[in-house]
């Protein structure tokens, strides 16, 4: 079984669409991220929800909105693409928020904007 | 802000020797430190956490060793094996377990 798994796992499409990516993990664990990692492989946090409450929001475009209908799922919203959306987004789960909690990733979104 | 730099993006090295990998931060004090490694086309995943109180941990055939004087942990692969390839990534805590990640170090080791 996979634990943190995303869908889809490619994404074209044209700038100015609308699109979702889909997150879900099987670990019980009550805390989810986004990630981005651009082209130069550098990895960076955009989200994290636990217990469906936003606790952390870095300074993203408000076009990036993260929706959790549970704790078992986050889901990543962007409005509007634009060609600097292009990039690998990960999402992550662990267990709380404690400073000593290992975050398990999924396999990545690759999104490509036209 | 914060910086962590990664001592090299690349390391070649033999089968058998030992990995040295370098992570350096700047104008931060973390509780903690960790080490994922990333394949190509697939997530990062957890190897080892070190705590700011601990100088050095080991699993297998991995050891970490956190210098917060110095502001550097040192990764160390012994007996590095060809499937050892990966990139490998520091990450620090920023709270809440919010981890700010390393640009990684891409290793190969050759046969």
């Known amino acids: 079984d996979t634990a943190v798994s995303q869908t889809p796992k490619y994404l074209v499409t044209q700038m100015g669409n609308d699109k979702s990516i889909k997150c879900e993990q099987n670990l019980g664990h009550d805390t989810m991220y986004w990630y981005k990692q651009d082209s130069k492989k550098f990895l960076k946090i955009m989200f994290s929800?636990?217990?469906?409450?936003?606790?952390i929001n870095e300074t993203v475009p408000n076009r990036f909105s993260p929706k959790s209908p549970d704790k078992a799922h986050l889901n990543l919203h962007i409005n509007s693409l634009e060609l600097g959306d292009s990039a690998v987004y990960f999402c992550a789960s662990s267990f709380g928020t404690g400073y000593d909690q290992p975050q398990h990733f999924g396999d990545g979104t690759r999104l490509s904007i036209l | 802000s914060q910086k962590i730099e990664q001592n090299s993006e690349a390391l070649n090295i033999q089968e058998g020797k030992t990995a040295t990998l370098t992570c350096n931060y700047t104008n931060y004090s973390p509780a903690y430190l960790q080490w994922y490694r990333q394949d190509p086309g697939r997530g990062p995943v957890f190897l080892l956490l070190?705590?700011?109180?601990?100088k050095e941990k080991r699993k297998e055939r991995l050891k970490v060793t956190f210098d917060t004087t110095l502001k550097q942990s040192l990764f160390h692969i012994t007996a590095s094996q060809p499937a050892d390839s990966a990139t490998y990534l520091c990450?620090?805590?920023?709270?809440?377990?919010?981890?700010?990640f390393g640009t990684g170090t891409r290793l190969t080791v050759i046969p």
């Open positions: 929800y636990n217990n469906k409450e936003l606790i």
């Open positions: 070190i705590r700011e109180n601990e």
């Open positions: 990450a620090l805590d920023g709270g809440a377990n919010n981890l700010f």
